[in-house]
């Protein structure tokens, strides 16, 4: 699924179903928000700019962004405000409202979206990856008058996000002021179209044989840290962290299995912010039979909380508190006693260690990994066959429907607990829309034998999580320059995919392999490379990954990390492209099994060598690749690649009976010849 730096998106659907005492992730796949109608745009843009002009301190501009108080990257609907403001559905954008005027920066992921949803009448589209689009802190500084004060909800701004901003409106004489309640909800209350509530729902243990460590073991490995750093707490704001930590799961954010919680751990308690403050008594058992005894207060505590635990240390040691600089603003000044205290706390704010622990996967986390793509690479081998037959046979199949199917075939899957994310199901011109979901609502478009279909899909499994991209021209006769751009996308890909580079690396290094082939012609795609991916976590997952720009806390690849690997290509209103594969990075010698391995001559002065290892197991379409445009080692990569797809799946889909999804492989993976 194509990111940049830490997008966020959301979708809103509520439906849970649990399978084997686990929270299965959310199903249902449409957007709670259709396009607004003028009318209606305007009269929430009213809403909030009188709420501005009616503050103790008059608001000259307020900031929405798209966040909730965790740094989600998927948000609830509850925290779903720049998308009710603006009638923008995307997952990633800011928000900025002034008297007069009304703007969104987001990136190019979502022009043409934007340019659908949003009344253009009413809002600017600010386009923020072309050099020419002034930053949200330039435009404010410039556009706002000396003395104007900028409001925002401070627990959807980072303190990192939020530092750089109030700077810059400090060198301009004016002030940026946290807002303590959150003015697009009282907006919503006032026309009597509140925020849904926060969701609550079940939490449960994930056994230790998906986990492969304890929880008690990681509260032993970060109480070390909080000895080493000689804090008196460790705050865990990111909500995948909590997860990650506690071994448990939950279901409040679709597609994540996550819930809304804090946890603070210190060198003598671990105290979780949840719900009311009560955990299911199967959850402290297995809890404490991991070794952890857990506090649990509500989850609306965690501010007094954190700011009596400030109070007590400046009473005392005055130790500093240790948080990730992506905590909230609200967070940062509870932890500091920023608001109870005459000199606030110094902090330690800086990448959180539950982040850079959780990146480097263990040995029965990347078996889960590996074990799983086979599975899903059955599932999607399955859906393809069946598209490609219906619409073969003439049957009107839409891209809701197929979305469903494929879903059908997950479920089939052991240990498939739901979609990682909302599957992107673009025929046509849809798929050149790079975020694109189909709406169950209104027109559903069909899904054409003329068509190049864009199909990004993931599963939530209790071993891994999988993401992956093919794009079928579907009448198997793609245009010269269809067939062009395919293969282009297909060697940035493979050059990712067989790149050798030192330990440590940062992932940035790597993003221009992937666009090499794109840039010899003047093309190129408007999304990073590559992103993390947890462990029956969050699809997207930081802090490293593959990006054009470098990600901020990239700590240098690593052996057992997970990225993705997808670059694109998308001509507006025909089609898109976009090839993508979950990767494992491993360490290399001149013994490896890896294209590149033979010829190495040294290991950059004693480094280390790093590669990747595909995990995806779904075949290119071949009629789309030009042959003639791959060098030696491309042709033989590709057809590798699939030789191992069919030996891998092959004995599966036999053993299942599956005979004609099995034929339909093995056509798919015959290997390429030139000529």
Known sequence: MAVTILLRAFCYSTFILYTNSLPRINENNYTAINKDTPSMSLQRLTALRALMASQPTKLAAYIVPTADAHNSEYIAAADARREWISGFTGSAGTAVVTASQALVWTDGRYYTQFEKEADMALWTLMKQSLPDTPSMESWLSTNLSEGDVVGVDPHTMTREEWTPLQTTLTRSKMKLLPVASNLVDAARS??????????????????????????????????????????????????????????????????????????????????????????????????????????VKPYSNIVPYLQELAKNEAAGSGRAVWLSNEASEAIHRAASGSDVLNQPLTLISEVSPVALMKLVKKEVELEGFRNCHIRDGIAVVRFLRWLHEQVDDGQAVTEIQAADKLLEFRKEEDDFMGPSFETIAGAGANGAIIHYSPSRTGPQRTIHQQDMFLLDSGGQYKDGTTDITRTRMMNRSPSPEQRDAFTRVLKGQIAVGSALFPLGVKGNVLDSFARKSLWDVGLDYAHGTGHGVGHYLNVHEGPSGISWRPYPHDPGMKPGHILSNEPGFYKVDEYGIRHEDLVEIVAITKESDHPRAKNLVGDYDGRGVLGFSTLTMVPHQRECIDAAMLDDLELSYINNYHKRVLSTLGPKLKERGLVQDLEWLERECQPIVRG
């Open 190 to 295: 006032q026309l009597s179209d509140p925020p849904p509530r926060r969701p609550c729902n079940q939490v449960v243990a994930l056994p230790i044989k998906y986990t492969g460590k304890t929880a008690g073991e990681k509260i032993k490995e970060l109480r070390k840290k909080i000895a080493e750093k000689k804090t008196s707490a460790l705050v865990v704001t990111a909500l995948d962290e909590v997860a990650y930590i506690l071994n448990l799961r939950g279901s409040d954010i679709d597609y994540n299995p996550v819930f809304f919680a804090y946890l603070v751990i210190t060198p003598a308690s671990s105290i979780l912010f949840w719900s009311s403050g009560s955990l299911p008594d199967t959850v402290t058992e297995q809890l404490k039979e991991e070794g952890v005894k857990i506090e």
